[in-house]
T-cell receptor, first 113, second 112 residues
Framework: NAGVTQTPKFQVLKTGQSMTLQCAQDMNHNSMYWYRQDPGMGLRLIYYSASEGTTDKGEVPNGYNVSRLNKREFSLRLESAAPSQTSVYFC????????????FGPGTRLTVL | QKEVEQNSGPLSVPEGAIASLNCTYSDRVSQSFFWYRQYSGKSPELIMSIYSNGDKEDGRFTAQLNKASQYVSLLIRDSQPSDSATYLCAVNPGNRDDKIIFGKGTRLHILP
């Protein structure tokens, strides 16, 4: 039981490049989330998927897109990376959306030059 | 603006003592509360959840919730150097979109 997995662990991009961060969970959870964490800013929600087939914007969605591929997988895409998107990205999942514990993946450390 | 406030620290506590971490939140109708531990360079790990007023104990950890005063705290008894980490408070404000809000965390340093 791997929990929440993320790939890649590290990535360096040049400004304007695109990439997709992958996330998968094997806990049969309905809800999945993408956060970014920056020093002094805490965890900020980018997008979430309360259930398979739905996605919604979080606090900081600009510059990102998401796809809930199936119940297990939730990807985050940067279409044209900017230095302001340098951050650590965490995927999380919960059994249901709302009053529920979230479980985090190991994170992706992204640097945009 | 719904907020979750924590003292950023660092909070330094001698080994074996009780560490007390506090969190206040702005939304009076908040329904559920969580404490996460995050070691440097690692992801947040859930350690406690609490949903009703009072104390909830799990091993060396006790979460305390006071909805009237809008605060939630985490006590760590018999603090160990391995407890040195950043502790994140998270609150579900109970509004329609049900998004959990995280505080910025308190850095805890246990002194050997």
């Amino acid at each position: 039981n791997a929990g929440v997995t993320q790939t890649p662990k590290f990535q360096v991009l040049k400004t304007g490049q695109s990439m997709t961060l992958q996330c998968a969970q094997d806990m049969n959870h309905n809800s999945m989330y993408w956060y970014r964490q920056d020093p002094g800013m805490g965890l900020r929600l980018i997008y979430y998927s309360a259930s398979e087939g739905t996605t919604d914007k979080g606090e900081v969605p600009n510059g990102y897109n998401v796809s809930r591929l199936n119940k297990r997988e939730f990807s985050l895409r940067l279409e044209s990376a900017a230095p302001s998107q340098t951050s650590v990205y965490f995927c999380a999942s919960s059994e249901v959306h709302g009053n529920n514990e979230q479980f985090f993946g190991p994170g992706t450390r992204l640097t945009v030059l | 603006q719904k907020e979750v406030e924590q003292n950023s620290g660092p909070l330094s506590v001698p080994e074996g003592a009780i560490a007390s971490l506090n969190c206040t939140y702005s939304d009076r109708v908040s329904q559920s509360f969580f404490w996460y531990r995050q070691y440097s360079g690692k992801s947040p790990e859930l350690i406690m959840s609490i949903y009703s007023n009072g104390d909830k104990e799990d091993g060396r950890f006790t979460a305390q919730l006071n909805k009237a005063s809008q605060y939630v705290s985490l006590l760590i008894r018999d603090s160990q150097p391995s407890d040195s980490a950043t502790y994140l408070c998270a609150v579900n404000p109970g509004n329609r979109d049900d998004k959990i809000i995280f505080g910025k965390g308190t850095r805890l340093h246990i002194l050997p």
